[in-house]
């Protein structure tokens, strides 16, 4: 089965670039960044494309590897702090880049089904206890925002043109090759030797943490199953919640030695209180997380100090 990836050379994307040939995916990607052959050979890519998603890429991407039946729509912005920075430039990434994707699929791919990764950061911060897809969408961040316009273009197009889109709102994605947020900066510092360790907010600030092998493997059930209607939302997260302080204890625990933990106080603008998944999904696929947050955080800090030796 031939398949595109929008940036398979990010850190969701290298994981589901892997799992999908590993099911025997013919797989093709293009978005930013150099692979070598190697490198590419070695994550499952059949061909990349380092470039813009715009009509001429998509076109020469086609040419090369026939059309898709299904594009894994990966790209764009991936931090709230870069996009309250660089909101323009958060905005090229995710909503620009989305129009002419869509665009490009109503003029030369009507067929393909599009299945994109969004962000539970649509929600904002109004919400107590776990969230459904009917919640209200009330994004604090320019992050959140662009998402929500990704979201509402391919519902444009799926209500006009037919197209059929799957959008997943992913929560706290975690895992091997992230190099940045929470686990990354923790382990970075406790790298460098410090053992007091001062975060901001209050550190209990509750999120819904999905590993990302899990998610991988999420998206790819979400491509075997049959979608009924041309748009629909869903729910990418376990309906487990935990707190930023358990986190952060149980990677200082992991990682060996005395640390403690203690809190500014100071929340981050765009940071809502808590973000939890509720269970919809799970029961409607079915879909089974596999790797609790303790296991996958000790798989963290072991990948984490492999690279450092």
């Known amino acids: 089965m031939n398949v595109w990836v929008t940036g398979a050379n990010g850190f969701i994307g290298r994981h589901l670039v892997r799992v999908l040939a590993d099911r025997g995916y013919c797989v093709h990607g293009i978005g930013h960044g150099a692979i070598g052959e190697a490198e ?21 991407l086609a040419e090369h590897s026939g059309l898709p039946s299904t594009i894994f729509h990966l790209a764009g912005g991936s ?30 791919a009507r067929d393909c089904r599009l299945i994109v990764a969004s962000s539970a950061a649509v929600y904002g ?72 360790l001062v975060l901001g907010g209050t550190g209990a600030e509750v999120r819904d943490w999905t590993d990302v092998r899990d998610v991988a493997r999420l998206l790819v059930e979400i491509d075997q199953r049959p979608q009924v209607e041309t748009f629909q939302v869903i729910n990418g997260g376990t309906a487990i919640g935990t707190t930023v302080a358990r986190v952060a204890e149980t990677l200082a625990k992991c990682w060996g030695g005395s640390t403690s933990v203690q809190y ?46």
């Open 40 to 60: 590419r050979h070695r994550i499952g890519l059949e061909h990349w494309l380092n470039g813009e998603i715009d009509a001429a890429n998509l076109n020469a």
């Open 79 to 108: 931090s709230v702090g870069l996009s309250i920075a660089q909101p323009f430039e958060d905005f090229s990434r995710t909503v620009a880049s989305t129009a002419r994707l869509l665009e490009w699929l109503r003029s030369a």
């Open 125 to 196: 911060a109004d919400h107590e206890g776990p969230i459904g897809v009917d919640a209200a969408t009330l994004p604090m961040s320019p992050y959140g925002q662009h998402k929500l316009m990704m979201e509402q273009l391919c519902r444009s197009y799926a209500v006009t043109f037919g197209l059929h889109s799957m959008v997943v709102r992913l929560f706290s994605v975690y895992g091997p090759n992230l190099r940045k947020q929470l686990p990354w900066d923790i382990c970075s510092r406790l790298q460098a030797g410090e053992r007091k």
């Open 264 to 309: 500014s106080g100071i929340v981050r603008a765009g940071d809502p209180t808590s973000l939890l998944s509720d269970d919809t999904m799970s029961c409607m696929l079915p879909f089974d997380w596999t790797i609790p947050v303790e296991q996958g955080l000790a798989d963290y800090v072991s990948w984490f100090k492999d690279q450092i030796r």
